[in-house]
């Protein structure tokens, strides 16, 4: 082999592992483009990337359409996802009254994660959907879910402001 070809062939390899690491939004989503991205660290250690995504990256509003993606930089349980967010969906006034309801949609939303795995969330009104990897896992029509849910997020009093800062797009 050359050495063009092979310069063409390590070219190729690294652009399909670029292509690999990069996660398209599904397809109903398409109307959104990226508005930023952060990055959560705990002590130190890389938790996961996220990036939000909103109708021509326009500010972010809760009455427009927008989605959150986080991939993963370790492996979590899934009932640790569930528990975690139920902890802070709490925080923001989450009526006890739907905790076990809300737990069982996001178990069959949320799978274990491993390092490199995507979760996307996005809201549109009054519905909820998730993808894991670029499938469709679960949908929920609760538009008070949804606004507690990404409050972890998005909200001023979010844990991480540093990140919400980042996914606002230093703008928001």
Not at 122 to 138: C, E, K, P
Not at 163 to 170: A, I, M, N, S, Y
Request: proline residues 5%; glycine residues 8%; charged residues 20%.
């Amino acid at each position: 082999m050359s050495a063009n070809w092979k310069s063409v062939a390590a070219s190729v390899v690294l652009l399909m592992t670029q292509m690999g690491n990069a996660m398209a939004l599904p397809a109903e989503l398409n109307g959104l483009q990226l508005r930023g991205q952060g990055t959560l660290r705990w002590f130190g250690f890389k938790l996961y990337d996220s990036a939000l995504y909103t109708p021509a990256a326009q500010p972010f509003q809760w009455a427009r359409p927008f989605a959150l993606e986080i991939r993963y930089a370790r492996s979590i349980a899934g009932a640790r996802l569930v528990e975690t967010s139920l902890e802070e969906m709490l925080r923001y006034g989450m009526p006890e009254r739907v905790r076990a309801a809300w737990a069982e949609h996001m178990r069959r939303a949320f799978p274990d994660v491993q390092e490199g795995d995507v979760l996307i969330g996005a809201m549109d009104g009054a519905v909820v959907r998730f993808w894991f990897n670029g499938r469709q896992t679960h949908r929920i029509d609760d538009p008070l879910f949804g606004q507690l849910f990404f409050r972890i997020w998005l909200d001023p009093a979010s844990r991480a402001p540093v990140v919400r800062e980042q996914l606002l797009g230093g703008r928001g």
